[in-house]
């Protein structure tokens, strides 16, 4: 019986590679003051404005009770607006602010540098690798 390494399984190595890839997009939002979460939602803002809580939450991941935070620390940093009433239960839609739109700017122009590098690194399997995760269900 052949002794199996770790390194022998596709998921093993995905997560590493996942690991490595979150970090490195970490790091490159962090200097420009955001978490992957808040330029997540400043993304799916952008693309869906006046998105609730809710909805926000849904398309980045993560709870909705984790979303209320979340959005105190945009509208903290003028990021973004939200009503200054909002009852409980209320749908309280949020809006990108101009500081919102330029933090996003810089951002992406960071995430995009890091594709750049994804996509001469891989080069014609770019776009293969984007198929496969497209159809892939873990």
Known sequence: MTALRP???LGYR???KSAQMSRRFA???AAVGLRVTEFSTLAVLAARPGATA????EAVLISAQSMGPLL???QKIRAVVRPERRGKGRVAP?????EGRR???VAYARVEAIEDEYRRQLGEDYEVFHRIVDRWQP
Do not use: G, N
């Open 14 to 16: 995905l997560v590493l």
């Open 7 to 9: 390194e022998d399984f």
């Open 54 to 57: 809710a909805e926000l939450a």
């Open 94 to 98: 949020a809006e990108l602010t101009d």
């Open 72 to 74: 105190d620390r945009l």
């Open 103 to 105: 933090l996003l700017a």
């Open 27 to 29: 790091d490159e939002l």
